[in-house]
């Protein structure tokens, strides 16, 4: 696509649900970022995946949160048992592998856990 | 590892005056600098960028400083209008495998009319 796309745009879930945020970056873009906006705030890195490397999960705040990339491409987000401090914009963004760019984000998932 | 700090968190200007962002960054090593522009319920979007073999670049209304002697950047925009009102991140990286972006605090910009 054009863009990084994510969905859903809005998801409000109970507290104690899982949930799972999609990202599709741009097409061959290799590497993808994960981060998160708590409201008003700044930007919190949560993992990056480049390529068919492990995975860099520093960022990934509790076990409740992981993440996984398919083929390459699509990366899904998953939180278990949500709880209230997990309501943020959790953004995507993507980069070509090669040379030193800016990333293009995602409009992002805005999540609100009630 | 490399920490960026921005300021001012908030800064409100009136229509056609400039506004000014000046970010710092601590690791030396870092040679690549990208400002973006977040609108409300939007993700944030590059608007220019800067590499360590230039000190300044212009694009238009904005311009972006680099002192690599002092380890700072700046974000300069002109003839300010009420659509550049939006929040500001600044960014350092240094352009290896990973070119991990790390982002500055953010400034949130008003353009009075």
């Known amino acids: 696509g054009a863009g990084v796309s994510q969905s859903p745009s809005n998801k409000v879930t109970e507290k104690g649900k899982d949930v799972e945020l999609r990202c599709d970056p741009i097409?061959?873009?290799?590497?993808l970022y994960w981060y998160r906006q708590s409201l008003g705030q700044g930007l919190e890195f949560l993992i990056y995946?480049?390529?068919?490397?492990?995975?860099?999960k520093s960022g990934l705040p509790s076990d409740r949160f992981s993440a996984e990339r398919t083929g390459g491409s699509v990366s899904t987000l998953t939180i278990q048992r949500t709880q209230q401090e997990d309501s943020a914009v959790y953004l995507c963004?993507?980069?070509?592998?090669?040379?030193?760019?800016?990333?293009?984000f995602g409009s992002g998932t805005r999540l609100t856990v009630v | 590892g490399e920490n960026v700090e921005q300021h001012p968190s908030t800064l409100s200007v009136q229509e056609g005056d400039s506004a000014v962002i000046k970010c710092t960054y601590s690791?030396?090593?870092?040679?690549?600098f990208p400002w973006y522009k977040q609108e409300l319920g939007k993700g944030p979007q590059l608007i220019i960028d800067?590499?360590?073999?230039?000190g300044e670049k212009k694009d238009q209304r904005i311009a972006v400083t680099l002192n690599k002697t002092a380890k700072h950047f700046s974000l300069h925009i002109t003839e300010t209008q009420p659509e550049d009102s939006a929040v500001y991140f600044c960014?350092?990286?240094?352009?290896?495998?990973?070119?991990?972006?790390?982002f500055g605090g953010g400034t949130r910009l008003m353009v009075k009319p």
């Open positions: 690791d030396s090593a870092s040679n690549y």
């Open positions: 995946f480049q390529g068919n490397s492990a995975p860099d």
């Open positions: 800067i590499r360590s073999n230039v």
């Open positions: 960014a350092a990286s240094k352009g290896n495998a990973g070119n991990m972006l790390t």
């Open positions: 963004a993507s980069r070509p592998v090669a040379g030193n760019y800016g990333y293009t």
């Open positions: 097409s061959g873009h290799t590497a």
